[in-house]
Nanobody, 122 residues
Framework: QLVESGGGMVQAGGSLRLSCAGA????????MGWFRQAPEKEKVFVSG????????YYEDSVKGRFSISRDLAKDTLYLQMNNLKPDDTAVYYC?????????????????WGQGTQVTVSS
């Protein structure tokens, strides 16, 4: 019910923009989040946004480099990632929840995308 796109391979310092679109239902009233999971590590919170897009939240390591936004008309969530580092390499997932503000715990999200791979080379 959520479909991500935009992953790929970039060199350190490069940029990528991830997108996440609703499929089969709309998520305009939901809090949304981006999570990432590196190999052999747990899925962790990266960024979140409230239903209107006014309030945004970031994990410390991505503050100032990543920007989350949403287009309610298109029912699409975005994650602009700049100045990427090798440590950002992971599978990135978007997720939706009725909980507000968007929680950092993955267990509180009800809908998930399939994930998109981001690889940053040094």
């Amino acid at each position: 019910q959520l479909v991500e796109s935009g992953g790929g391979m970039v060199q350190a310092g490069g940029s990528l923009r991830l997108s996440c679109a609703g499929a089969g239902r709309t998520f305009g009233s939901y809090s949304m989040g981006w999570f990432r999971q590196a190999p052999e590590k747990e899925k962790v919170f990266v960024s979140g946004i409230n239903w209107s897009g006014v309030a945004t939240y970031y994990e410390d390591s991505v503050k100032g480099r990543f920007s989350i936004s949403r287009d309610l008309a298109k029912d699409t969530l975005y994650l602009q990632m700049n100045n990427l580092k090798p440590d950002d390499t992971a599978v990135y997932y978007c997720a939706a929840t009725e909980v507000a503000p968007p929680p950092k715990s993955a267990s509180q999200y009800d809908y998930w995308g399939q994930g998109t791979q981001v690889t940053v080379s040094s």
